[in-house]
């Protein structure tokens, strides 16, 4: 009859535990190759001469290169992936700290200030002043952004 092929018997159990070793450590391995490659581009203190050479040491003759570069150089690695994420994320602080002062709204001091500005200009009368001061001091004004602005209403 027909003969009976079972792929337990063909692929033991260990052998699936080699593989699977095998594959993670080849995933390792390009993580610690890309890390290196970033690495060499990240580092200010090399030239571009040096960059380049390390690149193809380590391009050309992977292992070896990547052996010899994290003995050379590997203590510095961590130092500047530090680095560099500190700069990130002061970036990121300054960039969260000028969106949100961007969105801010105006003090009651500083519309008080604007309106008499645009009363000294001539652009707005005396009533008219007095009038946005008021909206502005009971919080409903332009400072509170719920009243109507005291300089579109000078018909100027």
Known sequence: MSEQMYLAYD???L???WTLLWFFLGIMWFILLFRIILDIFRDDDLSGWAKAGWLVFVLVLPF???FIYVIARGKNMGRREAAQARAQQEAFNAYVREAAAG???PSSVDELTRLSEIRARGDI???EFRRAKELVLTGH?????SGADPSSTSGH
């Open 103 to 105: 969105e801010s709204r």
């Open 11 to 13: 692929y033991p159990l």
């Open 125 to 127: 009368t005396d009533e």
């Open 64 to 66: 070896l290169g990547a």
């Open 15 to 17: 052998s699936a535990f």
């Open 141 to 145: 004004g332009p400072a509170g952004r």
